[in-house]
């Protein structure tokens, strides 16, 4: 079955980190872009970030709003993505969806995981 | 940044209704134009790409037309499970932006 499956979220302080994950099954990490899409409690959807397929060389884009914070990586090996979180703020406060893309759109959601930065 | 103005906000339509939402971009999106479906505390799920392209396994109830910077989202006749709320998306350049939602009630 192809699926994402997201973990790693809970309860931090602000300034703390935090490691998401996002493990694939049923398709080949490798072969597609994937991006990371947060959701704050009662609001819209706001992009976080792309980690572009091996043919790219896993290069990476970021919203504004974490650069220089996040940064995502991947473990082909692995079959998994991940979302590191530092700096963490109150406004960081968000279900965090992986997605994948095809034809450079999102086509795969994973279930969310949710993230609390609160003191 | 790409914004991306839905309209409306919300919607209360009845079983068998046709239901039109609008998407405008502030600049053209070359048909880098995505449609999301998301029902409470789940995640959204995917239903069209590229401004008219359904994604696998959407019922073709749901189709999506415009260019330039107009799009829309039309169910064709609205069944109780599509009472839901509704996100479009451009692509087209980064960061990547969504419109702030269109929430479909039932009257």
């Known amino acids: 079955e192809v699926q994402l499956v997201e973990s790693g979220g809970g309860l931090v302080q602000p300034g703390e980190s935090l490691r998401l994950s996002c493990a694939v099954s049923g398709f080949t990490l490798s072969d597609h872009y994937m991006d990371w899409v947060r959701q704050a409690p009662g609001k819209g959807l706001e992009w976080v970030g792309r980690?572009?397929?091996?043919?790219?060389?896993?290069?990476?884009e970021y919203a504004a709003s974490v650069k220089g914070r996040f940064s995502i990586s991947r473990d082909d090996s692995k079959s998994s993505l991940y979302l590191q979180m530092n700096s963490l703020r109150t406004e960081d406060t968000a279900v965090y969806y992986c997605?994948?893309?095809?034809?450079?759109?999102?086509?795969?959601w994973g279930q969310g995981t949710l993230v609390t930065v609160s003191s | 940044d790409i914004q991306m103005t839905q309209s409306p906000s919300s919607l209360s339509a009845s079983v068998g209704d046709r239901v039109t939402i609008t998407c405008r971009a502030s600049?053209?999106?070359?048909?880098?134009l995505a449609w999301f479906q998301q029902k409470p505390g789940k995640a959204p799920k995917s239903l069209i790409y590229?401004?008219?392209r359904l994604q696998s396994g959407v019922p073709s109830k749901f189709s999506g037309s415009g260019s330039g910077t107009d799009y829309t989202l039309t169910i064709s006749s609205l069944q109780p499970e599509d009472f839901a709320t509704y996100y479009c998306q451009q692509y087209k350049t980064y960061p990547l932006t969504f419109g702030g939602g269109t929430e479909v009630e039932i009257k």
């Open positions: 600049q053209d999106v070359r048909d880098h």
């Open positions: 997605t994948r893309l095809r034809d450079s759109a999102f086509d795969l």
């Open positions: 590229a401004a008219s």
């Open positions: 980690s572009r397929d091996k043919a790219n060389s896993y290069t990476t």
